[in-house]
């Protein structure tokens, strides 16, 4: 197992009275892609900025590699973070911006210009050493923004939202490039977003968050495919998440239908919220599924459909390659292993799906 | 934005304010020139300009350079910090803060000035205070000091206002930034800090030192008519002695270097950004 580098224990933290971070406890492995994940206003980015230094936690403690640095100002922390809309010095040229930190730290002048030379390399921007940031494109300026941080050797960086600013398709190779550069420095990344894909896409662990709570860390697989409630399985990917009723191990009724599934240990006749993903949903001639029900929508998606199905009252999402025509009689078979059980939310915290983006 | 269909229809809506331009701006500068270029009897001469170099005229001008530094530095060391700590507010109040230090501006600035001279006269409100404590009363009013602290009291907002602005405008992720990469406080400032403020420096340096040098009010409120600016000076000459070639002429030298300090101004901007 990899070595734990930075714990955050129990955390607060309240802005004027609200509760941002409540008790919150996570660890972080050495030279891991970790990403904290939730709507806007989860409390994902004051965690960064507890772990960067530009906010102090109320309560609880940060231990950086066996060390308590809770109270330590960012300057004297080994690690860098890449700010939401660059942060770049407007006022010096790209070579002085990446040689800022190496400059306070004294290194000699050649070190300095070897090191940015490597760094531009590494970023894809070679000869960019004289320009100005302004005169560069978002993508560019993020870039520079990572290589100002990264020549520093920091132990761990602290990314937040850094692809928010940035269009779809640049936004798409920056995550293939940020992968890249983790695995290339070795070093550990903490990693802020609001979107599910770039988590997905990116991350060898995730960290779901909601309203100041953590709901589910995992790797993404996991995430995804055993979502532990009703707010991580609508905030990751699309799925149908229907109230239903435990009646015994592997066997749960939903909307009035029996249902074969894989689960145990929820106990007898007790309430339970189902997930099926969309593409789960497996769409066979009526009478030849579990319940049957009539197409009501159709949507093409490029690599499949999307169909709403009406069946015993609710409105199945469904994906598939297989086209079914608006008005169509269908049944709807879905495999045992597909059925996700999940406990019913204790607490009102949990069932804020609503407030999902 | 194209708001106008053609260029023609752009330049009839300018048309007013092109005017306007002619009437009260080039109209006067012209005839400043003319009058300054000539003589009496209306031939081409330097003698107007040169008359700068007498004793009495360069000691003023000499003096009205030197007040208008002192003041704008005094403004400059009382603004920053004040800027500083209103961007560091996160609150809204800040903009209660601004408003208060502008609010004197809404009154008329003779009247404000014709104010601290009845608080600074031999007998005004501050020595009667002073007398009534038993104290040592002061000689402020007719003093250099007192044509500074009238300047600083009149231009203090057109300084806090710009680097107010420009620290405002400073992202706080920059200030950040400059932390995580291992800058201390001090470093941050002079490296981050100082120069992205540096065009609201500028701009408050040029309103602060400009009408410092070019004031003839504050100079004879406060100052009475001991000391005489080269404000004072142009003012005599149109109003009492009736020579405009004269006043045109020591106006030509003061817009000379009026134009200097925006060139030297202008070339330490580019400078910065370079």
């Known amino acids: ?357 | 934005m194209k708001l106008f269909k053609s260029k023609r229809s752009a330049g009839l809506m300018a048309s007013p304010y092109i005017a306007w331009a002619i009437i009260f701006i080039v109209v006067p500068l012209c005839m400043v020139f003319y009058y300054g270029l000539t003589s009496a009897d209306g031939g081409f001469t330097f003698d107007n300009i040169a008359t700068i170099m007498k004793p009495g005229y360069i000691k003023a001008l000499k003096r009205s350079i030197v007040l208008a530094i002192i003041s704008t530095l005094v403004c400059f060391l009382l603004s920053y910090p004040l800027g500083m700590i209103l961007a560091s507010m996160k609150l809204k109040k800040n903009a209660y803060i601004v408003t208060l230090f502008i609010l004197p501006m809404w009154m008329n600035f003779l009247l404000r000035t014709l104010t601290w001279m009845t608080l600074l006269e031999g007998k005004g409100v501050i020595n009667t205070i002073l007398e009534f404590l038993h104290l040592p009363t002061l000689n402020i009013i007719n003093t250099n000091g007192a044509i500074v602290l009238g300047m600083v009291y009149n231009f203090l907002p057109f300084m806090i206002l710009p680097i107010y602005n420009a620290l405002n405008r400073i992202d706080e992720n920059v200030i950040n930034a400059a932390r995580d990469l291992g800058a201390g406080t001090v470093q941050t400032f002079l490296r981050i800090t100082l120069p992205l403020s540096m065009p609201g420096i500028l701009s408050g340096i040029t309103m602060v030192f400009i009408p410092a040098l070019t004031t003839f009010a504050i100079s004879t409120m406060l100052g009475g008519s001991k000391i005489l600016l080269i404000g004072n000076i142009i003012e005599q000459e149109f109003t009492q002695l009736y020579d405009w070639h004269l006043g045109s002429g020591l106006s030509i030298v003061l817009m000379i270097f009026i134009i200097l300090n925006m060139i030297i101004e202008n070339l330490s901007d580019n400078g910065g950004n370079n």
């Open chain 1, 1 to 357: 197992m990899s070595k734990d580098l930075i714990t955050l224990e129990h955390i607060s933290k309240s802005y004027d009275g609200q509760l941002i971070l409540d008790d919150l406890s996570l660890s972080i492995y050495e030279n891991s892609f970790v990403t904290l994940l939730g709507p806007s206003g989860c409390g994902k980015t004051t965690t960064l900025r507890i772990i960067g230094g530009f906010e102090k936690p109320d309560q609880g403690r940060v231990i950086f590699d066996g060390q308590d640095i809770t109270n330590l100002a960012p300057n004297k922390r080994q690690l860098n973070t890449v700010f939401q809309k660059y942060a770049l010095f407007t006022h010096m040229t790209i070579a002085e911006n990446i040689a800022f930190g190496l400059k306070i730290k004294n290194k000699s002048d050649s070190y300095i210009k070897d090191k940015i030379k490597y760094a531009l390399k590494l970023v894809n921007l070679e000869g960019f050493e004289n320009r100005m940031p302004d005169s560069l494109s978002g993508g560019q300026q993020q870039r520079i923004a990572i290589a100002r941080a990264i020549v520093n050797e920091p132990k761990v960086l602290l990314l937040d939202e850094p692809l928010g600013a940035l269009d779809l398709k640049m936004r798409q190779d920056m995550q293939y490039e940020l992968k890249r550069l983790k695995d290339e420095l070795g070093i550990t990344f903490i990693y802020v977003t609001h979107d599910q894909e770039e988590a997905l896409t990116m991350s060898d662990h995730i960290v779901v968050m909601n309203q100041g709570y953590i709901q589910q860390e995992g790797s993404p697989e996991k995430i995804y495919n055993e979502p532990e409630n009703a707010f991580v399985a609508d905030f990751i990917g699309d799925s149908n998440i229907i109230r239903s009723t435990m009646i015994r191990d592997e066997l749960v009724e939903i909307l009035g239908a029996k249902f074969a599934c894989v689960d145990k240990g929820f106990g007898e006749n007790k309430p339970v919220d189902v997930v099926i993903r969309p593409e789960d949903v497996e769409l066979v001639a009526p009478d030849a599924g579990t319940i049957n029900g009539v197409v009501t929508g159709l949507t093409f998606k490029g690599v499949h459909y999307e169909m709403d199905v009406e069946a015993n009252g609710y409105e199945w999402l469904v994906h598939s390659t297989k086209l079914s025509e608006v008005g169509s009689n269908v049944g709807i078979k879905i495999d045992p292993f597909n059925i996700q059980i999940m406990n019913v939310p204790a607490s009102e915290d949990e069932e804020a799906i609503s407030e999902t983006v």
